[in-house]
């Protein structure tokens, strides 16, 4: 499955809208559209294997914050 991404640099890391997925295509050209037609969402491919066993996980630690 194909998802397309939109990042808006503008807005501060960990704010809910500097980052937007689209699923189909046409979400994002319509999104844009009307919000950033300037903008661009990247094409990324979405992997549904199951992880490998010795595979890394990353979460974040929230009593760093």
């Known amino acids: ?3 397309f991404v939109y990042v ?3 807005k501060a890391v ?3 809208d500097k ?3 689209f699923a189909p ?3 994002a050209k319509i999104w844009l559209e009307k919000h950033d037609w300037q903008g661009e969402a990247l ?3 979405v992997s549904d294997d199951a ?3 010795d595979s890394q996980t990353w ?6 914050g």
């Open 51 to 53: 992880p490998e066993p």
């Open 8 to 10: 808006d640099a503008l």
């Open 19 to 21: 980052i937007k997925p």
């Open 43 to 45: 094409e990324y491919e």
């Open 25 to 27: 295509a046409d979400a």
């Open 59 to 64: 979460s974040c630690d929230a009593s760093l």
């Open 1 to 3: 499955m194909k998802v």
């Open 14 to 16: 960990g704010d809910i």
